[in-house]
């Protein structure tokens, strides 16, 4: 495994054809190409309210994102509106836990889920979002002890995803935002 600065890990990204990122080559470049923490330092703003979501890199195939998380955050629970992710954590450690649909009606909103798996992911462990489970929720939990930094790369770009409420049994599609674009803070963002 080799440590490289993220603009090299870009270009790697951007090589790869279409059906790369849909046969599981992004699983094998992910873990033979670690991301080196200092090259990270532009995209990372940490907030003590939420989890932030930075944007690297966008194209048409697929989006990078460097999501930051103080101890306690936790992602809602949320699809990817059927496009494939993958995670590597280069600081910290982080819980992935996997739900299943028992019932759903997005006429009315309405939402059962029950969790299934979990796994922790740290900088030795990436993972790729089960396709078969493909709802699930990102914890950066109090016991873990320190904040954490997810590298997400996205195919393709997520602009629409369904967030699920299970004490209500509820589901609604949201369109998620960005922290931060480029190494610079959004318009109106406050940390």
Known sequence: M?????????????????SDFKAG????YIEGNRVSVPS???????????Y??????????FELLALCWAPGHVSSIHDH?????????????LRIQNFRVLEQDLETGYCKVEPTASMDID???????????????????????RR????HVYSRPIDRCLIY???????????????????????GVVL
């Not at 080559?25 to 094998?28: H, M, R």
């Not at 509106?81 to 450690?93: D, F, I, R, T, Y």
Request: net charge negative.
């Open 52 to 61: 932030t979501r930075n944007l690297i890199f966008r194209n048409e195939l």
């Open 165 to 187: 409420s299970p004490s209500i049994n509820l589901c609604s599609e949201v369109m998620p935002t960005y922290t931060s674009e480029g190494g610079a803070l959004c318009r």
């Open 123 to 145: 900088k030795l462990t990436p993972a790729g979002v089960d396709p078969t489970e493909p709802i699930h929720q990102v914890l950066n939990l109090e016991e873990f002890g």
């Open 2 to 18: 080799r440590k490289i600065p993220i603009d090299q890990f870009v270009v790697g990204l951007c090589s790869m054809s279409e």
């Open 40 to 50: 990270l330092k532009p995209y990372l703003f940490f907030s003590e309210n939420n």
């Open 148 to 151: 954490a930094v997810s590298l």
């Open 81 to 93: 509106a059927g496009e494939n992710c993958w995670m590597a954590v280069p600081v910290g450690k």
């Open 25 to 28: 080559s992004i699983d094998s």
